[in-house]
T-cell receptor, first 111, second 114 residues
Framework: QKEVEQDPGPLSVPEGAIVSLNCTYS??????FMWYRQYSRKGPELLMY????GNKEDGRFTAQVDKSSKYISLFIRDSQPSDSATYLC???????????FGQGTRLTINP | NAGVTQTPKFRILKIGQSMTLQCTQD?????MYWYRQDPGMGLKLIYY???????DKGEVPNGYNVSRSTTEDFPLRLELAAPSQTSVYFC?????????????FGDGTRLSIL
């Protein structure tokens, strides 16, 4: 079983839709959780991070963590064509030097 | 405001050739990482470094070598290239000892082994 599982998609939705991206994990030691966005032919860039269960909101983006279920989500409201990218979840343990990444979900927002 | 710079952007190698992928950062970050990204497989850690002179293996180190003689540079060496090493390679850096701080990525090197 992989430590982090993420549906690779691809996911295609119309502009303005609410998008839900999800990851599950098996290692209960993970303490912090990140979402990276990767545009085509570019490196990943940090979008959001959190280290507690619950919701964290930043503009149109909401990161949700449920440690009891080992499940994290990223919600995108009022999706825009500029949100079209691959989204990678990542997680780690405090004091460890490494992140564990999900497989990435390729998202396309259609005008 | 360069951040993490990777060269070359693209390269085609023949089986058995060797090459060095260059990575340099101008943020004075101690922590640097090399990943490979294959379609639908996410990012796999190859090697990482916590400072000049210190390197350690990641998840998929076989067929690769690294060195870290300066804070700025972290080259990745491929010896005896194999088709299985066809991938996109990303270098990343992180500044602080606090492990939950974000990694900053370069734009990758696309490598094909034929």
């Amino acid at each position: 079983q992989k430590e982090v599982e993420q549906d690779p998609g691809p996911l295609s939705v119309p502009e303005g839709a609410i998008v839900s991206l999800n990851c599950t994990y098996s290692n209960s030691a993970f303490q912090y959780f990140m979402w990276y966005r990767q545009y085509s032919r570019k490196g990943p860039e940090l979008l959001m991070y959190t280290y507690s269960s619950g919701n964290k909101e930043d503009g149109r983006f909401t990161a949700q963590v449920d440690k009891s279920s080992k499940y994290i989500s990223l919600f995108i409201r009022d999706s825009q064509p500029s949100d079209s990218a691959t989204y990678l979840c990542a997680m780690g343990v405090q004091g460890a030097q490494k992140l564990v990444f999900g497989q990435g979900t390729r998202l396309t927002i259609n005008p | 405001n360069a951040g993490v710079t990777q060269t070359p952007k693209f390269r085609i190698l023949k089986i058995g050739q060797s090459m060095t992928l260059q990575c340099t950062q101008d943020m004075n970050h101690n922590y640097m990482y090399w990943y490979r990204q294959d379609p639908g497989m996410g990012l796999k850690l190859i090697y990482y470094s916590v400072g000049a002179g210190i390197t350690d293996k990641g998840e998929v180190p076989n067929g690769y070598n690294v060195s870290r003689s300066t804070t700025e540079d972290f080259p990745l060496r491929l010896e005896l290239a194999a088709p299985s090493q066809t991938s996109v390679y990303f270098c990343a850096s992180r500044g602080t000892e606090v492990s939950n701080q974000p990694q900053h990525f370069g734009d990758g090197t696309r490598l094909s082994i034929l």
